[in-house]
């Protein structure tokens, strides 16, 4: 699994306020993501299927 800052580049640094280090592999962001940020964690998620 590729981590944050693969798919999503410097952006990664963004979902620091949630939680997630852009080191974090995507599956791992997301399960954290979806507690304070939904949205976000679907959007990782699709993004990552690119």
Same mark, same amino acid.
């Given at each position: 699994?590729? !981590?944050?800052?693969?798919? %999503? &580049?410097?952006? @990664? +640094?963004? $979902? #620091? =306020? +949630? &939680? ?6 995507? =599956?791992? #962001?997301?399960?954290? *993501?979806? %507690? =304070? @940020?939904?949205? $976000?964690? #679907? *959007? $990782?998620?699709?993004? !990552?299927? *690119?």
């Amino acid at each position: 699994m590729p !981590s944050v800052v693969e798919v %999503i &580049g410097p952006h @990664a +640094y963004t $979902l #620091a =306020k +949630y &939680g997630v280090l852009p080191s974090d592999d995507v =599956k791992a #962001a997301v399960e954290k *993501l979806r %507690i =304070k @940020a939904p949205h $976000l964690a #679907a *959007l $990782l998620e699709e993004v !990552s299927r *690119l």
